[in-house]
Nanobody, 122 residues
């Protein structure tokens, strides 16, 4: 089993910054992809930023609405991803969920964090 622990959400003024982190723990798993989605009440969960892991490196996918403002990075030794969010806008307000696509015993499994709220308001 794999567990995800998120941290870093909170209240910030428009134009401010926040950094989210998500650490994966467990045994005998490898990461295929890891990143962040967000969800507003009454709306569908949407991709924010996801890193796809390859043996030779990886690729990054960002939502158009956050390109140039958000940056995702990873620490392989800690099985952790970070989301640096700059120039935050009110429309970034949502619950942010950590996402993990992992391989266990050759099978792919999807895991979600418990969600961390981000509120952008003056």
């Amino acid at each position: 089993q794999v567990q995800l622990v998120e941290s870093g959400g909170g209240l910030v003024q428009p134009g401010g910054s926040l950094r989210l982190s998500c650490a994966a723990s467990g045994s005998a798993f490898s990461i295929r992809a890891m990143g962040w989605y967000r969800q507003d009440p009454g709306k569908q969960r949407e991709l924010v930023a996801v890193l796809t892991y390859f043996s030779s490196g990886g690729s990054t996918n960002y939502a158009d609405s956050v390109k140039g403002r958000f940056s995702i990075s990873r620490d392989n030794a800690k099985n952790t991803v970070y989301l640096q969010m700059n120039s935050l806008k009110s429309e970034d307000t949502a619950v942010y969920y950590c996402y993990l696509l992992a391989s266990l015993s050759g099978l792919a499994h999807t895991y979600w964090g418990q969600g961390t709220p981000v509120t952008v308001s003056s």
